[in-house]
């Protein structure tokens, strides 16, 4: 005879499909469903990330020089870029600042080195209190490893210290449908670099570089 949990899965089933309800088709590997809309297009709903998330912040920066944040893999996991935020100063002059991703071929130095779960900026605290530390580096404004290609990058001027508009942090972000993410492979002499350029003379230390990583 069948058992009973069995008999109840089949008729809830059958009931769901009977009245039109459909079912969500789920990921073998995360927990991304596939569903069907009102207009019958297959949509995608993205579900929570079940692997380490990462934050790295890092706050209240020198601007009037480059800063810079880098990440550098585990020796035994790689870690995907999720996305990435930036903020600056404005300068006694108005000014252009650029901003560019580049993948690093050799480990950093120097710098600042930033501690896992610290209560301050810079930190690299973990989504989930259950998982491990960032078992990676991460420096803020460290003397960069060899650069490798440039991922991405942006542009914008800043205005002037006198004039106090306030200016809005850049952000992006790779999780948007049909993206993937940028992916930096296992090892320490792997990383990626978060590059600002200086505002010029004049820039508070307001600048700062946030990002998140998922481990896998």
Request: aromatic letters at 6%; glycine letters at 12%.
């Amino acid at each position: 005879m069948r058992p009973l949990k069995y008999t109840i899965a089949i008729l809830l089933i059958g009931s769901t499909l009977l009245y039109g309800q459909g079912l969500p088709i789920k990921s073998g590997l995360d927990t991304n469903l596939a569903t069907v809309d009102a207009n019958k297009n297959m949509r995608v709903t993205f579900g929570p990330s079940t692997r380490g998330t990462y934050y790295a912040t890092a706050i209240g920066l020198v601007t009037t020089a480059l800063f810079n944040l880098t990440i550098e893999a585990p020796a035994a996991t790689g870690f995907k870029l999720i996305n990435w935020c930036v903020g600056v100063s404005n300068a006694t002059a108005a000014a252009a600042v650029s901003v560019t991703v580049n993948r690093r071929t050799t480990a950093s130095s120097a710098g600042t080195l930033v501690t896992n779960e610290a209560t301050a900026t810079p930190s690299m605290s973990k989504a989930d209190p259950a998982d491990g530390n960032y078992a990676g580096v991460v420096r803020v404004t460290s003397t960069l490893g060899t650069i490798g290609a440039l991922l991405d990058g942006t542009a914008f001027q800043v205005g002037t210290i006198a004039g106090g508009n306030a200016l809005t942090p850049f952000c992006k972000s790779y999780t948007g449908e049909g993206a993937k993410a940028m992916v930096v492979a296992a090892g320490a002499t792997n990383g990626i670099s978060i590059n600002v350029s200086a505002p010029g003379a004049g820039g508070l230390a307001a600048g700062a570089i946030t990002a998140t990583v998922i481990v896998e």
